[in-house]
């Protein structure tokens, strides 16, 4: 029997391992992937998908279609033995699998950090999936037709005002995309355009993006600003109850959705394979290998990865470290199998920017700022270099063309895949007063439809959040977002 490779995770880390391990790693090597969905997830475009001006199975790459000798197994890590080189995983089946290996590659990525703040967990949406982008783009739509049928004025406005809470990328990228979403959306609205839409963007840094220069941020502020969204700088979020968010200046902003896009902390299920974690994150060494052990090996936003460019700091949790971490380690895998040395990890950042949608964004490249249509070019053409295979990168132009040509599609797909019994009305009655606070909740998809909260039966509750953990000290995603 040949090397069993053993890859946990199927974002950027483990697809680029994987890839490399398939061209070079010797004929008899069996490389074994497990991941909780059967495809990647671009997550860098998900704010397109929240804004419907991507297809949502665009910006996700099927993993079976591009991987030539590597066995997917579609299940939820749970924890595992490193001395006893096994790996536990719920089986999509329901079964329990346990897995044993030769090598193994830990590429778990990371989840919603998340605080003690009431209400935030029972009302927040996160925004890393493709299930919370799409819940994004439907709860608009859905909150649009309520509004229109209310005669409350205070009422309707709630359900038109949107708070985001973190100002790293993810949350302005997102912010940005979904406002120009809701505004587009908004001309078929008559009665909610007398009430109007309300944007606010929560953090309690004193400004947005700490990743790239002060100039560029305050071109971000100064543009989102026109589009009419509300910056609340050094505050945070006190409470988050079904109607209104309660701020720590004690202001009470009538809104029923709040997105939650204050950073990240490591998968806690990385500390539950019995390997030495630093604030969450897999311990490893500048070869991407685990302490303690020849045959353990982590990278992405789950490992340590020494920084070459930050010398005693990890490197930020990026897509782009992530990529970068992935091909290294699927060489230094087969050069150990050969007997060989691994290569420390050298790569630094090239940059980082962010799309500010209407052809506008902002990009740090190696320290030369550039903003405006001239950035924006830059973004998507990045994305378009790295969205693995030609029929994505395909679809991904296709999308985009078809989006400057046509108006944007307005038809809520909320119950898409989620049918009724046979025998129940298939569109359900008119929900009760009390819960008119959100879109219907199709029934829970095991692992994927997540809330803020992680799955507990995979992820637990032992991992240790990177935050402070105090109610009020929300981050401003600053270390967790930096591209
Ligand atoms: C909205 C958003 C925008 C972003 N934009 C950018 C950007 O523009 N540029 C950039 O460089 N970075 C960006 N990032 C960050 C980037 O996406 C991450 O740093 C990157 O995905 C990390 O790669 P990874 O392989 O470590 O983890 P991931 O890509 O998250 O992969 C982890 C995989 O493991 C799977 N998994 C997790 N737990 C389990 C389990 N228990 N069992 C089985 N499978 C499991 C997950 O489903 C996932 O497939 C963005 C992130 C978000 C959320």
């Known amino acids: 029997m040949g090397t069993r490779v053993l890859i946990l995770g199927g974002g950027f880390g483990g697809y680029y391992a994987a890839r490399q391990l398939e061209r070079h790693a010797p004929a008899d090597t069996q490389i074994t992937l497990i991941n909780n969905t059967n495809y990647l997830t671009y997550a860098p475009l998900l704010p397109g998908a929240a804004a419907g001006t991507l297809d949502p199975r665009h910006v996700v790459?099927?993993?079976?279609?591009?991987?030539?000798?590597?066995?997917?197994?579609?299940?939820?890590?749970?924890?595992?033995?490193?001395?006893?080189?096994?790996?536990?995983?719920?089986?999509?089946?329901?079964?329990?699998?346990?897995?044993?290996?030769?090598?193994?590659?830990?590429?778990?990525?990371?989840?919603?950090?998340?605080?003690?703040?009431?209400?935030?967990?029972?009302?927040?949406?996160?925004?890393?999936?493709?299930?919370?982008?799409?819940?994004?783009?439907?709860?608009?739509?859905?909150?649009?037709?309520?509004?229109?049928?209310?005669?409350?004025?205070?009422?309707?406005?709630?359900?038109?005002?949107?708070?985001?809470?973190?100002?790293?990328?993810?949350?302005?990228?997102?912010?940005?995309?979904?406002?120009?979403?809701?505004?587009?959306?908004?001309?078929?609205?008559?009665?909610?355009?007398?009430?109007?839409?309300?944007?606010?963007?929560?953090?309690?840094?004193?400004?947005?993006?700490?990743?790239?220069?002060?100039?560029?941020?305050?071109?971000?502020?100064?543009?989102?600003?026109k589009r009419g969204i509300d910056f609340r700088l050094e505050t945070s979020v006190k409470e988050v109850r079904d109607d209104a968010v309660v701020l720590s200046t004690d202001e009470v902003l009538p809104c029923r959705t709040l997105v939650w896009t204050a950073g990240v902390k490591a998968s806690p299920v990385g500390s539950q394979l019995g390997l030495e974690c630093d604030r969450g994150r897999i311990v490893v060494d500048s070869t991407l290998r685990a302490k303690g052990f020849d045959n353990v090996w982590a990278l992405g936003d789950v490992a340590a990865v020494p920084d070459p460019a930050k010398p005693g700091l990890p490197c930020p949790p990026t897509a782009q470290h992530a990529i970068r971490q992935g091909t290294l380690l699927g060489k230094n895998v087969i050069e150990v199998l050969k007997g060989g040395q691994p290569k420390p990890f050298t790569f630094k950042t090239l940059g980082s920017f962010a799309d500010l949608g209407h052809h506008q964004a902002v990009a740090n490249l190696m320290g030369v700022k550039v903003k405006g249509f001239l950035a924006w070019v830059i973004a998507r053409s990045y994305h378009l270099a790295w969205m693995p295979g030609l029929d994505r990168k395909a679809r991904l132009v296709a999308d985009w063309v078809v989006q400057f040509l046509f108006p944007r599609d307005l038809a809520e797909m909320n119950r898409i895949g989620h049918t009724p019994a046979l025998d129940q009305p298939a569109l359900p009655a008119a929900p009760p007063k009390a819960q008119l606070q959100a879109s219907p909740a199709p029934p829970p998809v095991p692992g994927n439809a997540r809330g803020l909260e992680d799955r507990p039966a995979a992820d637990g509750a032992s991992g240790s959040d990177t935050g402070s953990g105090s109610g009020e000290a929300q981050p401003s995603g600053s270390d967790t977002e930096s591209r």
């Open 61 to 225: 790459v099927p993993l079976r279609e591009h991987f030539k000798r590597t066995a997917l197994r579609v299940g939820w890590v749970t924890d595992g033995d490193p001395k006893e080189q096994v790996i536990h995983v719920d089986m999509m089946s329901g079964r329990q699998a346990t897995f044993g290996y030769d090598q193994l590659i830990v590429a778990l990525g990371s989840v919603a950090r998340t605080f003690p703040v009431p209400g935030l967990v029972e009302h927040g949406v996160g925004f890393k999936t493709i299930e919370e982008a799409t819940k994004l783009r439907n709860r608009i739509i859905h909150n649009l037709e309520l509004a229109e049928g209310l005669d409350d004025p205070f009422e309707r406005r709630a359900f038109l005002s949107y708070a985001f809470v973190g100002g790293g990328y993810a949350g302005l990228e997102g912010m940005a995309e979904l406002a120009d979403f809701a505004h587009a959306a908004l001309k078929h609205y008559p009665r909610c355009q007398q009430a109007g839409l309300k944007f606010t963007l929560i953090d309690i840094a004193p400004r947005i993006m700490p990743e790239i220069q002060e100039p560029l941020a305050d071109f971000t502020m100064n543009i989102l600003g």
